[in-house]
């Protein structure tokens, strides 16, 4: 990472009449507005809308890919074959099927043919091995399994007959068909399995390759298949060596192979019918616990991941070297892309630049940037996706670049940047991966060679690299959906070995693709056994300190409260991981099909409450920026001018804009306090309230959390617009750079001295811009740089900017970690010391004061828990004018300015003054004042 501001090249000022633009044509953005999910809860909150509809708004993709499950086929096609093409039916356990059927006389037939011939002709059905009369319950689901499938709760159901062999049934190619009570066809489906697999075959033993002294044992869950092989080939890409027989127990197809099989590549040859196709099908796939590949995953690696060859010098030592955390509630978090950090850094060997080796150069500049963040307090980095992904070529001979020599002589405000990107964007380097292939496996493309031991030796060298600088790693993980589906594709593979299985399906049989596509069902058992056992790879094997879950709110809640309990038990004696350190959060964004927990009790924030695990905390983000990601960028919010400073963009009247100003303060302050659902403020109107009783402009409560480490406090992250790019858009157009700065650091210091996670995005420490890409998932090297050229001056930092924010920004984190104050770990323990002071209907607009007690003495009824000062007095003025505040509860009171603020590069932050006789406090305009009492 460079860390000279080096962003994009689109304009971020526009030329004509900004305010009065809409969404849609702001500069540096398509005019195709994103979809957005339905407004539920914060739904309209989640990533971008879906992934599948993922577009950079700077850089069009030239063909975005469609919702569609990739490989899925469609159903004309399928129908054409003259057999159904849905799946409205659900073999819920080994002896029912239901169905929602009306008619209280009407019977059910499951038909079943092993070879596929089934087809419907003349309202019949033919070519069927076997036909099996249902048994009517007369009755809607039994409890048990109403819980396991709520959505389809009032279906009727009907009985298979003890007799039948379910375990050769489900291997058929199924269909029901309905009759009424004079033997006349009417309807006819498919079955969804997942209910009756996890009935039958829920299994809990040994997957993947086991190795012992002489011999590999190999396990594939697939209970479905007619068929297993496993083909062994010479290399990554050499000739087919041999095919060896598995044999099936229960579901689970197994073989031993000799030692001298490990370090070869194989694929598993799965022979099984497919419901995308309606024909049994050879599939050839990747071992779902792979845990080394080919390049791009076209084979998988035979690999011991145990294997001393694996291990950088001292791996097994580095529990021991770990940095300290003594409670999730001194966690920071800085969140980066992989390519970014390094793709342009001259400071780094040109063939480690882009990928996991770069973190290894100790004297590179954006490993010395970490450092001094490390240096201030910063505890965690958190990566984005760093497995097997799809959208990049592992092969960097593949790799396509623009000549950015050239793109740098264009004016900051052509289209010719533009276009040369889109023109390789499917065949370049970038990515956010958020595509995923296999879980289990470092990304290719990252590593030196993507064959054999690289991407496992240099992920561990990255993760010991940045742990020896004093940071913990944080892994983003992509359970929520998978980039392929069907029994063709490469990027295919849990697809081909248990069709129908893993992928979440709507109520007609269709792939579920509100995450994006591919929609993954954790609700299924081997899903959610499949995530967990990843978690303990990564924790285990890499040695990763945190994960970060994506769209956490499709992933089922119980599948978390059971990844947390199994990483948990993880000891340094046993496993070499202390896994009461490792971290869990994600995003608890509540929409799709399993929004209000119709799936089952998902992820979502407010379900998340209690379980330790965080959720990111848009209530805050929107309160301080304003509006929301998919609203209209020019609405202001509690930092941007709102009231104060309006950017013309009407937002109501001023007793509207001073009201709704006065509704962010009440919600920042509920997030300040660890957005605590039971925390007591006295909001606006007077009213004193709990965190859960307060709520926010679409109904969903502020507060949710029972602990401050559930919430995940932020203003920007990658998607989205970054920080300096919000604030430049929606402030009056004629503000001063300075004054946006000074803009940056307030909304960066709300995150840092708020109670719970703060989370940083790269760069908003430097004035990152991307010139309004709100999602630059795609959108190369060239637009996602950290250095800004911008064709407006008025919006183009200078180096003393760049400089004075990164200082700014040290300093505030250097006083999160001065004192415990800011890091309460307990509910009770904010509840207690926690106060805001400026509150109710006469309350300063613009102006935030909180203030957080300590034992006074050795009779105080709290525990002390800072050595070094007694009070802590923290004020926010967003105002455009410095502010005096006389607060009498906070008169005759020891306070000074914060040591590290006395010494502050900032002039105007060393003016801010208490005057204890009237507990008066001036803090200059746009400043964040830290006043304490220092103990005698």
Request: aromatic share 10%; glycine share 6%.
């Amino acid at each position: 990472m460079q860390m000279l501001l080096h962003a994009n090249s689109l304009l971020l000022a526009p030329t004509t009449s900004r305010l009065s633009a809409s969404a849609s044509s702001l500069p540096g953005r398509s005019g195709t507005a994103r979809p957005l999910p339905p407004p539920q809860g914060h739904a309209h909150s989640a990533r971008a809308a879906a992934r599948g509809t993922r577009r950079p708004p700077a850089v069009a993709a030239a063909s975005p890919r469609t919702p569609m499950a990739v490989g899925e086929e469609c159903a004309a096609a399928v129908a054409s074959q003259g057999f159904v093409s849905d799946a409205r039916a659900y073999w819920v356990t080994r002896s029912l099927i239901a169905w929602n059927v009306n008619d209280q006389d009407t019977s059910l037939f499951l038909y079943a043919s092993r070879d596929a011939t089934m087809h419907v002709s003349d309202g019949a059905i033919h070519g069927y091995d076997s036909k099996i009369e249902l048994e009517p319950e007369h009755a809607s689901l039994p409890d048990n399994v109403a819980e396991k499938f709520p959505f389809i709760r009032s279906y009727r159901t009907f009985r298979v007959p003890s007799s039948v062999d379910v375990a050769s049934l489900v291997k058929c190619q199924l269909a029901v068909a309905s009759y009424d009570a004079h033997g006349r066809h009417q309807d006819v489906t498919g079955l969804q399995l997942p209910g009756v697999l996890d009935d039958m075959f829920a299994y809990t033993g040994p997957l993947g390759a086991v190795f012992s002294d002489k011999d590999v044992d190999l396990y594939l869950w697939a209970p479905t298949a007619q068929d297993v092989r496993v083909c062994f080939y010479d290399g990554p890409a050499g000739p087919l060596l041999q095919t060896v027989q598995l044999k099936e127990l229960n579901g689970v197809w197994s073989v031993t192979v000799p030692r001298y099989r490990e370090n070869q590549y194989y694929l598993y040859e799965v022979k099984v019918y497919h419901p995308s196709t309606s024909q049994v099908e050879k599939c050839l796939a990747d071992d779902p616990y792979a845990r080394g590949l080919s390049a791009n995953g076209t084979r998988t690696w035979l690999v011991d991941i145990n294997s001393e060859t694996l291990k950088p010098a001292s791996w097994d030592e580095l529990s021991d070297e770990k940095p300290n955390l003594e409670s999730f509630s001194d966690i920071s978090i800085y969140e980066l892309h992989i390519r970014d950090f390094s793709a342009h850094d001259s400071t780094v060997d040109c063939n480690s630049r882009g990928g996991f080796r770069a973190f290894t150069f100790q004297d590179s500049a954006g490993i010395r940037h970490l450092r001094k963040l490390s240096a201030a307090g910063l505890t965690h980095v958190h990566l984005l996706p760093s497995f097997h992904f799809a959208s990049v070529d592992d092969n960097k001979s593949n790799w396509k670049f623009v000549d950015e020599a050239q793109l740098a002589k264009l004016p900051p405000g052509s289209d010719e940047q533009q276009a040369a990107i889109v023109s390789i964007q499917q065949e370049d380097p970038y990515n956010w991966g958020y595509d995923p292939v296999l879980w289990g496996v470092p990304k290719g493309s990252y590593a030196s060679n993507p064959d054999g031991p690289s991407r496992i030796i240099e992920y561990r060298q990255m993760v010991q690299a940045l742990n020896r600088i004093g940071l913990r790693v944080v892994m983003d993980v992509v359970y929520n959906h998978l980039d392929s589906s069907g029994p063709f594709g490469v990027s295919s593979v849990l697809d081909k070995i248990v069709p129908g299985y893993y992928l979440r399906r709507n109520v007609n049989g269709q792939i579920e693709s509100s995450a994006a596509m591919n929609n993954t069902a954790s609700e299924h058992f081997m899903v959610d056994r499949l995530i967990v056992d990843d978690l303990l790879n990564w924790a285990i094997n890499y040695k990763v300190d945190g994960f970060r879950f994506d769209l956490m709110g499709h992933i089922m809640k119980s599948t978390m409260i059971r990844a947390k309990s199994a990483i948990r038990s993880l000891t340094r004696d046993v496993h070499g991981v202390d896994g009461s350190k490792i971290y869990l959060y994600g995003e608890g964004w509540d929409f799709g099909e399993v929004a209000q927990n119709k799936r089952g009790i998902n992820a979502s924030q407010i379900n998340m409450s209690g379980t330790g695990i965080g959720s990111f905390n848009d209530r805050i983000r929107d309160s301080v920026n304003g509006g929301n990601p998919f609203g209209n960028p020019l609405q202001q919010g509690f930092s941007t001018g709102l009231f104060l400073e309006p950017n013309g963009y009407y937002q109501g009247n001023e007793a509207d804009t001073r009201r709704e100003l006065a509704t962010y303060a009440d919600h920042i302050q509920i997030g300040l306090a660890g957005n605590l659902k039971d925390y007591v403020l006295r909001t606006h109107t007077g009213e004193a309230k709990k965190g859960s009783d307060i709520y926010t402009f679409d109904g969903s409560p502020v507060g949710y959390t029972s602990s401050p480490v559930e919430t995940i406090n932020y203003v920007s992250a990658h998607d989205n617009e970054t920080l300096f790019d919000i604030v430049s858009i929606k402030t009056p157009i004629g503000l001063s750079i300075d004054e946006k700065c000074r803009i940056n650091h307030l909304a960066s210091s709300m995150i840092a001295l708020s109670q719970g996670i703060p989370f940083f995005h790269a760069g908003d420490e430097i004035l990152r811009s991307k010139s309004l890409d709100r999602d630059s998932y795609n959108s190369g090297d060239w637009f996602n740089k950290i250095k800004p050229r911008l064709e407006n001056p008025s919006f183009r930092p200078s180096k003393n900017h760049i400089l004075s924010v990164f200082d700014n920004f040290v300093d505030i984190l250097k006083i999160r970690y001065s004192s415990p104050l800011f890091r309460l770990s307990t509910a009770s323990d904010i509840e207690q010391r926690v106060r805001f002071h400026n509150t109710g209907p006469s309350m300063v607009p613009g102006v935030i004061v909180m203030s957080i007690k300590d034992a006074q003495n050795e009779k105080c009824e709290m525990a002390q828990l800072d050595k070094n000062f007694s009070y802590v007095v923290t004020i926010f003025n967003v105002c455009p004018h410095e502010v005096s505040i006389e607060i009498h509860d906070l008169a005759s009171l020891g306070l000074e300015l914060h040591p590290i603020q006395v010494n502050s590069s900032d002039a105007l932050v060393r003016q801010s003054a208490y005057e204890a006789s009237k507990g008066r406090f001036t803090v200059p305009r746009r400043t964040t004042a830290v006043f304490v009492q220092l103990r005698c």
